[in-house]
């Protein structure tokens, strides 16, 4: 009798080792994934910037002071070693992330581009004055008695109300334009939901090797992602050309690691450069 209980007690023990060690291996296969940490960043300076124009998807190119920033911004992301990139198919997207790879030192790293890390569009409203024209013009549609009442009544959320006024514009074709329905302005719904989309894909895609991914897109796409994730450091503040904004996405959320739209890397590269 006491053979057969010692006999059933090792083939107990053994069993639930057997199944501790199961689970163990399971929960240790379920934190396989890695962290990653997205340089989400803006492009350099355009000719529309420098005229005061609204670009959203219309594809203004880099000056000469946007080619130079790529640079700078490469040479202060030098030392991190970027496991992948991302751009918007845009020229000052892709000329932007290219210059950063080639002088950050990592030039062996090829780009990929995704349509939806372009700029908000603004359909019929595209190349025309944003602040003298555009703003002002939203800001009456959507019931405010100044541009000062609008930004002071919207504060961190300007940006998304901006574009939900253009989509409202743009849907009753307040400029008698004969633009296509595919190519009027996106809704602030739609661009938080396709930057979103593309931004978590990118990550866990990234997740089994972890490291750095470099995404460069536009300021107020940017900005509309960011208007989603609760940080309290977020305030909607205008995006300046090469600010970085530093995520980690871990357990499924993208943590702010530091200054939204920082310049320390375009900058360090400057300071570099002389």
């Known amino acids: 009798m006491k053979h057969k209980l010692s006999h ?9 080792s057997s199944f501790s060690f ?17 340089y989400l ?28 920033g790529a640079e700078y911004l490469g040479k202060g992301l030098k030392g991190i070693k970027f496991s992948a ?9 892709e000329k932007t992330a290219k210059g950063a790879l080639k002088y950050s030192g990592n030039k062996k790293v090829q780009l990929k581009v995704d349509p939806r890390l372009r700029e908000c569009n603004y359909g019929s409203y595209e190349g025309r004055p944003d602040i003298a024209k555009n703003v002002p013009e939203i800001a009456e549609y959507l019931g405010y008695t100044s541009l000062e009442d609008f930004q002071a009544k919207t504060g961190k959320m300007l940006q998304n109300k901006m574009q939900d006024g253009y989509y409202g ?23 938080e939901k396709r930057m979103t989309e593309v931004l978590t894909m990118i ?17 107020m796409s940017i900005n509309l992602f960011l208007s989603t994730q609760n ?8 995006m300046a050309n ?31 450069s002389k």
């Open 169 to 191: 514009l743009d849907q009753q074709n307040k400029l008698s334009t004969n633009l296509p329905a595919q190519y009027r302005a996106e809704s602030s719904e739609t661009v």
């Open 242 to 272: 090469d600010a970085v904004t530093k995520l980690v996405y871990e357990d499924g959320k993208f943590k702010l690691a530091g200054e939204i739209g920082s310049l320390k890397y375009f900058d360090a590269g400057k300071a570099a």
């Open 22 to 38: 199961s689970v163990h291996a399971v929960s240790a296969k379920g934190k396989s994934n890695k962290p990653v940490t997205i």
């Open 85 to 93: 990139a991302y751009s918007g198919d845009l020229s000052r997207q």
């Open 203 to 219: 990550a866990k895609k990234q997740q089994k090797k972890g490291g750095n991914v470099l995404v460069v897109s536009s300021g």
């Open 231 to 238: 940080y309290p450091e977020y305030q909607g503040t205008g």
């Open 8 to 16: 059933f007690l090792v083939l107990l023990i053994s069993v639930v």
């Open 41 to 68: 960043t803006r492009h350099g300076e355009t000719t529309a910037n420098v005229m005061h124009l609204a670009q959203g998807w219309s594809d203004f190119t880099l000056t000469e002071n946007g080619i130079k």
